[in-house]
């Protein structure tokens, strides 16, 4: 527990900038603060203890505004930035190194039982506002854009982007974890490849019918 919450301090430091010191880090940074509580309530979950991890849980969700169940395994060096309204649900998994943004639900999709929410690999960026519900797994290196709803499995070293996710790839191109606004708008490229094909189209219409006037013309 103590070596996680070392990582998670350090962390912070390295993926946010306005991190200017230490002390800040520990009175200022809500993320921190919930991970804190959250450890300590995965700990008393584990030993089968009854209402108290729940009711620290409670009690971080009221001074952070970091909703995260004490059931939820979390890796070392996770990083919960501004955090205001993320959730995390029960059964949900999250690897080392994960960065988490404001908004974000890790939940379930139903009323089922056994495991009902997400697992997260490592180093996984999951962007402000977006959503990961169910028992579905996401691989290592995924990047989730802002607002995206994902409710598939995604592979390793993937972008996700839309409503409901669609996967990307980005082989071969190293991608900033802190750059999760940069992201491809595949409904944009679609619709550009349309409008470039569709003046492909025109233009060989407009040749045809000049072909043909020209013949008339011989004629």
């Known amino acids: 527990m103590l070596s996680s919450l070392i990582a998670d301090f350090r962390i912070i430091f390295d993926r946010d900038p306005a991190a200017r010191n230490w002390l800040e880090v520990l009175i200022c940074y809500p993320g921190l603060q919930a991970l804190f509580f959250h450890r300590l309530a995965h700990l ?50 999250l690897g080392d190194y994960c960065l988490i943004y404001q908004g974000v639900t890790l939940g379930g999709t139903g009323k ?17 506002g977006a959503k990961v519900l169910g028992n579905i797994q996401i691989g290592n290196d995924v990047r989730i854009g802002a607002g995206s709803v994902v409710l598939r499995d995604v592979p390793s070293n993937c972008t996700v982007v839309g409503i409901p996710g669609r996967i990307v790839y980005r082989s071969g191109v190293r991608v900033d974890p802190l750059d999760h606004s940069n992201l491809p708008d595949s409904e944009a490229i679609v619709i550009r490849t349309l409008v470039d094909r569709i ?8 040749q045809l019918q000049e072909k043909h006037q020209h013949n008339n013309i011989v004629k």
């Open 44 to 93: 008393l979950y584990n030993l089968g203890i009854p209402f108290l991890p729940r009711f620290i849980s409670h009690l971080a969700r009221a001074l952070t505004g970091i909703e995260i169940h004490p059931g939820a395994n979390i890796g070392k060096g996770v990083f919960i930035d501004h955090g205001m309204g993320v959730v995390i649900g029960e059964t949900a998994i």
């Open 112 to 128: 089922e039982t056994g495991k009902r929410h997400p697992t997260l690999g490592e180093n996984v960026v999951v962007g402000a």
């Open 199 to 206: 003046e492909a189209l025109e233009k060989q219409v407009l």
